[in-house]
């Protein structure tokens, strides 16, 4: 099993709403990402997980607040987001051992109206 | 700091044409390097990746070698289909410890014209 699956595929709230993404892998990856990608532009990474514990945290907003309740899950907490928080939000994951390649899912499309 | 340079899109090839996307990084050390591919409304697949200098990374007829003298990791394909129409993405991943940064390109556009 090498798949990365985030859930929902495809989220549209407003601007009051607090949702959650999700993210599972079963590879006994210890290390998780979420990105936030834009359209026509790579993907900036938000948060990385390492042994369920935060190790980045690239100055992100406080209204996405990242959790790693077990080591094969990935949530991430979204509160007041602004229309430009629009994106498609990746999960990743890797192996404990340094510059090895990371696993992506298929993301979620995430649109605040 | 890391960087990846990769270059400016779209790039339109006919079908059956070689294919090159130039990709050079900056970074200390050794750093692991990959191709990424994203085709649309999907997330990114490792296409191919490499590990230390002159190696060769190779899948579905692509191939990029780490080239430490010119810091460079071209992705070539000889004879490109309109089924690899996608984004690509040019990466590097060096850090101290199991959780560090994969650094992207900008990503370059691929058309392929039947």
């Known amino acids: ?113 | 700091g890391n960087s990846v340079t990769q270059m400016e899109g779209p790039v339109t090839l006919s079908e059956e044409a070689f294919l090159t996307i130039n990709c050079t990084y900056t970074a200390t050390g050794y750093p692991s390097l990959f191709w990424y591919v994203q085709y649309p409304g999907e997330g990114l697949q490792l296409l191919l990746k490499a590990t230390k200098a002159d190696d060769k990374g190779s899948n579905k007829g692509f191939e990029a070698t780490y080239r430490k003298e010119t810091t460079s990791f071209h992705l070539e394909k000889g004879s490109v289909q309109v089924s690899d129409s996608a984004v690509y993405f040019c990466a590097l991943r060096r850090g101290d410890s199991s959780a560090s940064k994969i650094i992207f390109g900008s990503g370059t556009r691929l058309s392929i014209r039947p």
């Open chain 1, 1 to 113: 099993d090498t798949e990365v699956t985030q859930t929902p595929k495809h989220l549209v709230m407003g601007m009051t709403n607090k949702k959650s993404l999700k993210c599972e892998q079963h590879m006994g990856h210890r290390a998780m990402y979420w990105y936030k990608q834009k359209a026509k532009k790579p993907p900036e990474l938000m948060f990385v997980y390492s042994y369920e514990k935060l190790s980045i945290n690239e100055s992100v907003p406080s209204r996405f607040s990242p959790e790693c309740p077990n080591s094969s899950l990935l949530n991430l907490h979204l509160h007041a987001l602004q229309p430009e928080d629009s994106a498609l939000y990746l999960c990743a994951s890797s192996h404990d051992k340094m510059n090895t390649e990371a696993f992506f899912g298929q993301g979620t499309r995430l649109t605040v109206v």
